[in-house]
Structure formats: C-alpha cells, structure tokens
C-alpha cells in the first residue's frame, strides 16, 4: 500500500528491477495464483504466468519451504502423465484484524487463505473519550487473540487495527468523533502497550479495511472500483480505485457522512446542517422510523442495536410508517451516493454496518435517487448492493489487509 | 495506464517477470531518471538506481540506439575521472494533444522533454451539435500539425485529443453538453478521417488530461494528489490519486460542475436545481459580476471571453461590485472544493480555464469556505491554487499522455 520511496517515483512508473526483485516478484504472483486458482500442478502455473517450468519448481519448492504452499498428492483427471497439485497452506500463520467501535470491540483472524480462524465481538463503551481505557482494552483483546492462534500453532503475521475516524498515514488518529478522540497515537500506545510484538501493526480507518474484505472476500470479489459506507454512529465510505485504496494526501479520504445535503436541513452533530448523516445516520433513522423513540434525546450507541432491530422488524410486517421512513432515508442515503458516484465512478457502492439488514427497504429509493441524479446514462454504471459479510468486515479488512502485504510480496521467512 | 489484462491482475500486486520485462522496465527506469536528473552519467544513473554499471552502459547504448537519449560531453566537475554525460534527445520525436471546445480548437506539440514545439489556437464553433463538422475540423488540424512536426523531421509518436464531456475507454464520447454531443465515437470517427494513421490516437476527458500536464509540466510537479478544476462552459475535474489517473469504472469520474449545493438553488443547464455550475460556472460568474449583461439571455461560449477580460479589468480597478461577485463566486467554488476534498483528500487543488486569470479574488474566499467545512483540520492539507499553465492545458495534457506511455516503458522502436 505504501508509496514507492525511490526518487524515481515521480509518476509511480516502473521501478528499477535486479533478479532479487525478480524472485520476490515471482514468488508472489505464483502465491497469488494460488489463491486464486488451487489446486493446481507446476505445469498449469508456468502456462499461466508465462514463467517457465524450471523457475516455477523453484519458486515452489521455496514457498513450500515457507511452508505458504503444500502438495495434496496426484491428479489424473487430465491429458498427459498425472500431476502433483499444489494447495496454500498456510496452517502455521494468521492475520489479525481489531476493530473499535463506540459500542463494541471486534477480533477477526484469518488463514492465508482467507479462511476465519476466529471471529470475537464484546460490547465495549468507548464513548466515554478515554483513549487510554480504550487502547488497554484493544491491548487485551490483541493479546487474547495472539495467545489463542499461538495455543493453536500459528504465527500472527501482522495485526491491523480499524477505528472510525480520520487516520493519517502513521497510524495516528486526527479525529474519531464518535470516539470522542482527537490526535491519538493508537499505533505507538498499542506497540507500548503490548510491548513491542513481533509482527507488524498498523492502525487504518474502519471503512478503508471494510472495502478491502469486501474486494477479497465478499461478493465483489474482483471488482476493481467499489465503495463501501460503514452505516454506524458515523457514516464513512472506503474507496478502491482501479484496485487500489484511495487514501488521500494525509490518508483523509472517504469522509462521506458530512456530506452536505441541504443548507437548509437539520444541525448534525458535527454543527453543520443537512449532512448525510443528519438524514440518514443511525439515530436519523431511529428518530425517523421511530417517533416515539428518544426524538428529543440523544441516543448512546448502546441503544441503537435494538432500536435497528425493531425497524427490521416493522419493516418486515409491512409497517407503512416504518416503509416510508425507510424509502425517504434511502433517498437521502442515494442523494449522497450519488455525489461520489458523479466523482469517483464506482462500478458498486456497498452498504455494510446497520444498513445491511435495513438494505432490502433502502436501495430501491436510493437507486431512484442515484439514477436521476446521475451525469452519466445507467447512474454510470454504478449499482448499489447488500454488503455479504457481517457486522465485523472491518476487522476483517485488518485481517485482509495483512494479506495484502504479503501477497504483494511481504513473504514470511522460514524459521 | 491501462489496467494489466493478466489473470492475475485482481489485486494490481506483482506481476510476472521475466528477463525481457525486466529490461523493457530497466530501460524505462532510466529514461525516467534522465527526464528528471540530466545531465548525468552513467555512474550516477548506477548509483541512484541501483542497477548495476555493465547494466545501465547496455541500456544506454539501446536507449542513444532509438534516439531517445545522446551524449553530450565530458564533465569535471566531480572528483576522480571526468565522465560523459547524457541527455534525452528525443529530437526526432513529437508529442500531439489536440483540444475541441465550444468556442476553440488546440493544437499543442512537445517533445520528449516536455518543450513545447508547438501550440496553436482557433476560434471554432463547436455547439452546433454537428459532430462531424467538428471530426473534420479536428482532422485538420491533426493533418497539419502531423505534417508541420513532420517537415521538421520529426515523428509522432502519439496524439490524444482532449473533450469536455464523459468519455469511456474506447474513446467513445458518451455526453459532451457543451459540444451538443451524444454518444459520440471520436475515436473510430477521427481514426477513419486520418485514414489509419500510423501513431496511436486517443480520446480523453479534458480535465483529465489537463490534470496530466499539471503534474508533469506546471507547479505541481511531483504531487500525487491533486486535482485540476477546468473553469470553462462547464466545469470538471481531473483527478490524480496517488500518481494515478482516477478515471472510475467506466472512465466516468471527475464530474464535478454538477454537484448539487442546495436543493433550492438556481436551475441549472441540467435541468435540475443548485448545481455548482448554476454558481461557479463561467455563466453565473458574467451574470453575476456584470449584471447589466444578458442576465436574461444565454451566452454563447464565443461571448464568455471578452465579458471575463471585462470582470478582471474591473476587479483590477477595485471594483466593489465586481469584488463581492468574485467573493461569492469563490466561496461557492470553495463548497465544492470542500466536498471533493472531504471524499478524496487531495494535496492540491489546482484552477484552471476561464478561473486561472480571476483567482486572486476567488482563492480567498475558496479557501475560507473549504477550511469551514473540512472534515479534518487544517482543510486536511488541501490547498487552492492557480494553474501555471495557460489554457492550452488540456491540449498540453494530450500530448504528456503520449509522453507518459512512453515513460511507462513503450519505447519507440529504432527505424
């Protein structure tokens, strides 16, 4: 993910390449086809790749070594003398992705494979603005985490943490509103905290790691230009442009919740009026679905759960009320989609956090929103969809995002 | 720039390799360094790159060999032997951009440097909505720059035509407002008028070529994240995201003139309500600062030029009217600005067009505006500033297309 430190960067064109280079490269791209295409032989990845069949055996026999890849034994379901098939492995190692919320705390590990290993969620209060409670807590559950994959005989790889705020590129957090943080070092207090472990650790905003689960393990597996919006106590977008996570000079991007609407409408809690998430936020949503409920206070985000499942609820005994505040929030939800739609031209938008359960009532208004206010003919292509992952995609992205890195070559040595 | 078509592709990592890559981009890496830092040696070529000396002396001979690099001396200005230096020659060679718009056609020829060899300029009527008037006159003009560069002995290695409107990847021009066009194939329309010629011809979004020229040509050399504003009849967005092009799905990002400010606003050319260009649009800015000109009538874009020669004489004179026009003018422009901001985090925001000359009175209140609704303090280090090039930067823009597909590594071939 990082920029290219070379001096030759200037317009990320090619970089200088020795044979060093080379090998670190192959033995990546013969990872990566693996990921995507086993089992399969030697002889199917040199016809792939287009390298040839002497420098795969030994760009194999090395990851085997890593033990990143391992035999399964013979094929014969082809042409020809049979084949020894390749698989990942993987089994000593793990990728751990945290996520902190202002009502939970989320631990998801992943296989080389993308496979979950162990998926934990407990409620946490972190509205309360101590960062210092919330880092101990995030260190507790790290450690939990490592100890029970290092109990099972894997090796953590690298451990991403999410958090719904601005995040610059050294893992500092600018700003978590609903945290109630401002300039917190969550990187260094976490390496302190733990004690400086031995796998990387890297602090990213929530939605950047949700849209790189969901280009590698949701439905949109492939796609090179998605967006996901985190539908939480704030509402924020992660961005891949042609395959790769737009961040932004400082890493500031994808603020999609203060978005201004209308200069007229309602204050929001940033102070500002008419932003996104003044329509369509959580509490928007709960004030507007349910009148009764707290329109005059502010709701704490321990009460949002329930207060969502009820609107679910209604929603599916056809609660006209519940329906229409559903459709007039996706209106304002596809109001806003379609502003980084005209801007960024995503082929999909994915709705992940609350809206998830809530989306089968709140695309069809948001599409017709998107559609007429879309420059291009067809909203430009850009189709709204249901994200497939559960309310921990951004933990999972922190996962992924280890992934990431050694796909793109960051390869674990062998010990 | 075009996304790589291996299988392998999912992710953008590392692609394979092979001796022959690894030449083709090592030849590629020096062109680079030399476009940067000459004159230089081979030893520094060495020493910056870290490919070895035998390496870059045989990359060299095959670069003097195409003709795009020549020796040039000796130098003692260091310690120990004096060395040859280099530089890029490229003087056989010519980069093409032509730009169309509703009141102009350019032409603008660079060579491998990024000198400029030639820019011309006509008056031309483009919003009849004929576009073949419009193919022949762009054919033209091609004609006689191809044979202008050529009577100069020089061979053009690509030419790339600049549109304001959506263009898609084929070339084909889905909404050109301005230009009355849709569903325009300018590519294959171009490429039959010029009868096949022998370089590679594209279309583009001028904005985005704009912002290309930027980057390598104007102040903001070296930014890999900016975004250039083109102020014409209608306003777009080139956007450059970690020294990439942001082009969207289906090449449709950037569209920027029609973000909407408030749902009560003035009626815009689009037929829907409160769209920037309904405020910051060259249109508006006229109605605005002279309100004793065709406040009832539409401009036709051949009128918008002397009208904004007009406006700057009378804020050079202080003109309070006019003063408060570009104030307001600005501080609309700096809400849109904010909104871009906030979703893609750019370094910088660069005006172009029609806003270049009328800047220093619509940058202040730009900047207010975009610092009072960033998300992150400090506007998140996005900062508003004038374009250095003049308006011929999407023409410009064409033409480092051509040099930027070079860079990256296709190399002409030695006749």
Redesign the interface.
Known sequence: MG?GSS?????????????A??R???L??VL??LR?HAPCSRADIAA?????KATVSSLVTDLIDRRLVREVGMTENRIGRPAVMLVLDGSPYAAVGLEINSDYLTAVALDLAGERLLSWRRAFSGTAGQPGQAIAALAALARRTVSKLSHDGRRVLGLTVAVPG?VDADGVV??AAGLGWQRVDVRKSLLAALGEPGYPLLVENDANLAVLAE??LGAQ??T??LVYLTGGASIG?G?I????L???????????G???????GPVCG?G?RGCLEAYAGVGAVIRRALPDVGIETALSPSEFGPHMDEIQRLAKADDAHVLDALTETGAHLG?GI???A???????VVLGGYFTDLAPWLIPSAARELAA?S???DS???VIVTSALDSSAAAAGGATRVL?AI???ALPTPR
């Not at 442009?241 to 790769?244: G, T």
């Open positions: 920029r001096v030759l960067t200037r317009e990320n064109g090619p970089q200088p390449a020795d044979f280079d080379v670190a490269t192959n990546a791209v990566r086809h995507t792939t790749t287009g390298l040839n601005l600018e700003l280009q590698r597996n492939g090179g230009d977008a961005i442009s042609d395959f790769r737009l961040r932004g000079a400082r890493g500031f991007a994808g603020e999609f203060h978005l201004p609407l209308d200069p007229a940033c500002r109001h379609a502003i980084l005209n801007l960024i031209n995503p082929a999909c206010r420059a291009a003919a430009g292509g850009t990431d796909d793109s070559g």
